[in-house]
């Protein structure tokens, strides 16, 4: 079946500094890439989305480029914020209404 | 719009009990789902519906029931809660391409 492998965390970065979180995908179809981001307390919401091979996602100051020649999906930020601190998740979607495969989530603490 | 809302809160019952997680949502979306999620293992699906009357098992289902009537609502039934349904129980609804959250039930079995 479908998977998302996602880097184990905690990552823990100081404010200004480059954010890499690694994600890859294993799917048999041509799926929709996501990355859905959880601050403390709340329910997920939807960062940013690809649904085709080269297409970049961005929000925010994020960004993710869906590479199928690799099946990856990294988010990146060249300078996070103390607010980005919250847990992120990488996801896919095969097609329309279908279930979301989650990966395990990454927290990212970001101090001062 | 409210979007995705969940009661209650927070919840604790007895191991045996039952229960139903209330879900609702406005945006008039076909598509709903409930996922569990707890410590290192992300968001795991329990069930899901792509409309009213049609209804799916996901990952995790034993010990959870459901049904969908109407568009809006989606609930989730602990039948005989154990104190491993500890967890966060989340519901979202949406399109194809965009899932919305609701902010959690918090569930503790003891």
């Known amino acids: 079946g479908d998977s998302v492998t996602q880097m184990e965390g905690p990552v823990t970065l100081s404010e200004e500094a480059f954010l890499t979180i690694n994600c890859t995908y294993t799917?048999?179809?041509?799926?929709?890439l996501f990355w859905y981001v959880q601050y403390p307390g709340e329910g997920l919401q939807l960062l940013l989305k690809?649904?085709?091979?080269?297409d970049k996602g961005s929000n925010k100051g994020f960004e993710a480029t869906y590479r199928k020649e690799t099946t990856s999906f990294h988010l990146e930020k060249g300078s996070v914020q103390v607010s980005d601190s919250a847990v992120y998740f990488c996801a896919l979607s095969e097609s329309g209404n279908t279930p979301l495969v989650f990966g395990k989530g990454t927290r990212l603490s970001v101090i001062a | 719009n409210a979007g995705v809302t969940q009661t209650p809160k927070f919840q604790v019952l007895k191991t045996g009990q039952s229960m139903t997680l209330q879900c609702a949502q406005d945006?008039?979306?076909?598509?709903m789902s409930w996922y569990r999620q707890d410590p290192g293992m992300g968001l795991r699906l329990i069930h899901y519906?792509?409309?009213?009357?049609?209804?799916d098992q996901g990952e995790v289902p034993n010990g959870y029931n459901v049904s969908r009537s109407t568009t809006e609502d989606f609930p989730l039934r602990l039948l005989s809660a154990a104190p491993s349904q500890t967890s966060v129980y989340f519901c979202?609804?949406?399109?194809?391409?965009?899932?919305?959250f609701g902010p959690g039930t918090r569930l503790t079995v003891l």
């Open positions: 690809a649904t085709k091979a080269d």
């Open positions: 945006m008039n979306h076909e598509y």
């Open positions: 799917a048999t179809g041509y799926p929709s």
């Open positions: 979202a609804s949406g399109t194809s391409d965009t899932q919305y």
């Open positions: 519906s792509v409309g009213a009357g049609i209804t």
